[in-house]
């Protein structure tokens, strides 16, 4: 499966956005997407995760400020990021796992005033 990240770029600090990624390949509810992201010098970290089943799970710096969500119909996985803040600026990737891992290319946010 191929993975295409979209929406990122610069906001201010209380700002949102919205990253989509669109999956190419069939099967695409069967598999388990998340959102990674990762900062110079740091480990890539989970922010989101949304599993074929439908449930979902957020790193505990983002929960109640971001929200997974998925359209198997259109192979579309997002993330809505409210009250961005200037710790959420990293690049983002998607994820998907199915057997085995796939990554998509990233997409820059910053988070800036």
């Known amino acids: 499966v191929q993975l295409v990240e979209s929406g990122g770029g610069l906001v201010q600090p209380g700002g949102s956005l919205r990253l989509s990624c669109a999956a190419s390949?069939?099967?695409?509810?069967?598999?388990?997407m998340g959102w990674y992201r990762q900062t110079p010098g740091k480990q890539r970290e989970l922010v989101a995760a949304?599993?074929?089943?439908?449930?979902?799970n957020y790193a505990d710096s983002v929960k109640g400020r971001f929200t997974i969500s998925r359209d198997n119909a259109k192979k579309i996985v997002s993330l809505q990021m409210n009250s961005l803040k200037p710790e959420d600026t990293a690049i983002y990737y998607c994820?998907?796992?199915?057997?085995?891992?796939?990554w998509g290319q990233g997409t820059q946010v910053t988070v800036s005033s």
């Open positions: 994820h998907a796992f199915l057997i085995n891992h796939y």
């Open positions: 949304i599993l074929s089943g439908g449930s979902t």
């Open positions: 390949g069939s099967i695409f509810s069967m598999y388990d």
